[in-house]
């Protein structure tokens, strides 16, 4: 499966983003898609995840309230829809395909495909 995550950008803290990421290939192996993200120097974290037929989603709970991931069946398109930005927000965020499923979501191991990662600044 091949990722391609976009959206990613500059914006002021209290403002809203919206990534995508495109699927392509054997999308048909795809049981979860999660968001991840990286802040310099620090460790990658689970932010949200949903099922591939987008009937289940996940988030961690910094994410939960404000992040929303849904997803378009027909586009094999996930996107994350971010509100309430926070300067914490800042990291690069990747979209990530797992095939397992009965996987722990909230777990890098669990996905064997990662997009390229979007850069999100929020600004103060």
């Known amino acids: 499966v091949q990722l391609q995550a976009s959206g990613g950008g500059l914006v002021q803290a209290g403002g809203s983003l919206r990534l995508s990421c495109a699927a392509s290939?054997?999308?048909?192996?795809?049981?979860?898609m999660g968001w991840f993200r990286q802040a310099p120097g620090k460790e990658r974290e689970f932010v949200a995840a949903?099922?591939?037929?987008?009937?289940?989603?996940y988030y961690s709970g910094s994410a939960r309230g404000r992040f929303t991931s849904s997803r378009d069946n027909a586009k094999n398109m996930v996107y994350l829809q971010m509100n309430s930005l926070k300067p914490d927000d800042t990291a690069v965020y990747y979209c990530?395909?797992?095939?397992?499923?009965?996987?722990?979501?909230?777990?890098?191991?669990?996905?064997?495909?990662w997009g390229q990662g979007t850069q999100v600044t929020v600004s103060r």
């Open positions: 990530a395909a797992s095939s397992r499923r009965y996987g722990r979501v909230v777990s890098d191991l669990e996905y064997e495909d």
């Open positions: 290939g054997r999308t048909s192996s795809i049981y979860n």
């Open positions: 949903i099922t591939w037929r987008g009937d289940s989603t």
